[in-house]
Structure formats: structure tokens, C-alpha cells
């Protein structure tokens, strides 16, 4: 249920130097509807970013969660490093693709490439972690297919990560001002690449939205703020505004706002997707 259920335990478990992996099963706020609220966790990720040795990943696909465990392994066993790890698992049946190669620092670290455009035209920068991610992937072929628009997707392990990396540059610039300044992973992976970024996830917009100061250019957020009562996941990845639909619509919109593309394509695909602009936003329902 997520650490609203176990959370003094957790915090115990972090001040008395544990080492192990704790899994959220069926995690997220959309993969377990129809079980009751308790069940639909948007925030986990949230808390665990509060203890400071829980070491916390979202990760999408099996690849990912074995190079996620056999790195802890070594840290914990090996260097003997105490902290723990928090990782979000699902119940979903989706494709597994194979490992790209060079991988694994990405991974590690919180965020690699999946997927890279081809071709000209407009391009944007889409991120997804969890299940979420399938949704992000479906976006970026409705945008290449259908509008002309380049989707480089990103699998996102970990935003906790990223954003203890951000802050430790952060840090490191301001203690050595003489020095060349340290730039974040995230600003690292993104340099060169073109166009505005949109981020969904399975947990509440705050998640991502910690990265923030460390993406460079436009920075969209989408995610499950609210409750939801949806009886099927379509219907509630729909009603949370995270589902493909809406991801291509935020990119759309995104690349409108930058002068890159008509205003109107982006309202044309409100249209297609049956989405109603003047409803009231989820966290209001």
C-alpha cells in the first residue's frame, strides 16, 4: 500500500543503518483501481526521497530492476554501504525489449534513452518511468506517425536520484566558486537535444517536478494528482491526464508555446482525444 502504511518502519529501518530491498508491488496510483483509495499509491516516491539513505527506483522494464539489484548487491554486500532500496514494481503485462547497450550508468543514475527519433521536424523530450512509461512510448509513435514530431523517450529509474545528484552540483559549484562548475545528469543527458520536455509518471506531479531546476529549457509535468475512482486503468490513466492522450497533447501544446508548431494542431488533438478543456483538474475531483 505504499509507505503511508509502513512509514515509521521505514524511518527505523533507514536510522538503524538497514541494508536490504524493499518492493512495492502493484505500484502507482493507476495499476490497482478498483481495490479502494488505500490501494492507490501516488506518492510513495515522495516519501521515501524524505529518508536520506533509502535509495528509491521506478524502474519500466526487467532489465532495469536486474542491473538496479545486482548494483545494490554489490553496495551493500561488497562496499558494505549502509543504505536500503525502495523499488516499484508492477503487475502489468507489457513488451520487455533487450538492455541498449551502455545502459547501465543511465540506469543507475536515474534516467536512459529508449528510444530516439529519426527524421526531420519538430522534436521534443519525453520521460516516463513505471508503467507509465508504455503510455509515453505510444505518445511518441502518435507523434512521429501522425503529426511529424521527433520523440526522444526516456525511461526515468529513479527522479529521487536525479535530483540528489542536482543537489549535490548544486552544492559543489557553491563550495568551489574557482572551480569549473559541476552540471547535473539530467542537464548532462539532455544537452544537444532538441525541443521542449514533457514528464509523466504513476505519482503525483511533485515527483517529477523535483527536477525541475536541473532540466534545461521548457519543463512540463503530468501526473496523478487527486484520487480517482475509475473502474479500469484506461479509464483512470485517462481521468488522471497520463495516459498517451494526453501525453501527446502536453507535447503538442509544449511545441505550440515555443513558436515550433499551429496553436491549432495542438487543439485539433484535444478534439481527437475527447478531452474536455473546462472540466475541473483531477485533484479538484
Not at 515522495?46 to 527506483?57: D, K, S
Amino acid at each position: 500500500f505504499g509507505f503511508q502504511r509502513i512509514g515509521d518502519l521505514i524511518w527505523a529501518a533507514g536510522d538503524s543503518r538497514s541494508r536490504g530491498f524493499l518492493l512495492g508491488a502493484t505500484a502507482g496510483r493507476t495499476t490497482l483501481n478498483g481495490e479502494g483509495l488505500q490501494h492507490q499509491d501516488g506518492h510513495s516516491h515522495i516519501l521515501a526521497a524524505t529518508v536520506p539513505n533509502c535509495r528509491a527506483y521506478d524502474p519500466a522494464f526487467g532489465y532495469e530492476l536486474a542491473v538496479i539489484i545486482q548494483d545494490g548487491l554489490r553496495l551493500m554486500l561488497t562496499e558494505r554501504e549502509d543504505h536500503f532500496y525502495y523499488l516499484t514494481v508492477m503487475n502489468e503485462n507489457y513488451p520487455q525489449p533487450p538492455m541498449p547497450e551502455g545502459a547501465e550508468e543511465g540506469i543507475l543514475r536515474g534516467m536512459h534513452l529508449v528510444r530516439e527519433a529519426s527524421g526531420k521536424g519538430p522534436r521534443v523530450q519525453l520521460m516516463g518511468s513505471g508503467a507509465i512509461l508504455t503510455e509515453v512510448l505510444a505518445a511518441a509513435d502518435t507523434l512521429q506517425d501522425d503529426y511529424g514530431v521527433g520523440a526522444d523517450v526516456w525511461s526515468v529509474t529513479s527522479f529521487t536520484e536525479l535530483r540528489r545528484d542536482g543537489l549535490e552540483a548544486d552544492r559543489w559549484n557553491a563550495l568551489h566558486p574557482t572551480e569549473d562548475p559541476r552540471v547535473p545528469f539530467v542537464a548532462q543527458q539532455l544537452a544537444g537535444r532538441e525541443g521542449p520536455t514533457v514528464a509523466a509518471t504513476d505519482y503525483i506531479r511533485a515527483f517529477p517536478d523535483s527536477i525541475r531546476a536541473y532540466v534545461p529549457g521548457r519543463f512540463d509535468v503530468l501526473g496523478t494528482d487527486g484520487f480517482g475512482r475509475s473502474d479500469w486503468r484506461t479509464r483512470l490513466r485517462g481521468f488522471f491526464e497520463v495516459d498517451r492522450g494526453h501525453v501527446t497533447v502536453a507535447a503538442l501544446g509544449a511545441l505550440a508555446r515555443e513558436g515550433v508548431l499551429d496553436p491549432a494542431i495542438a487543439a485539433q488533438a484535444i478534439v481527437r482525444y475527447d478531452i474536455d478543456p473546462e472540466a475541473a483538474p483531477p485533484w479538484q475531483r
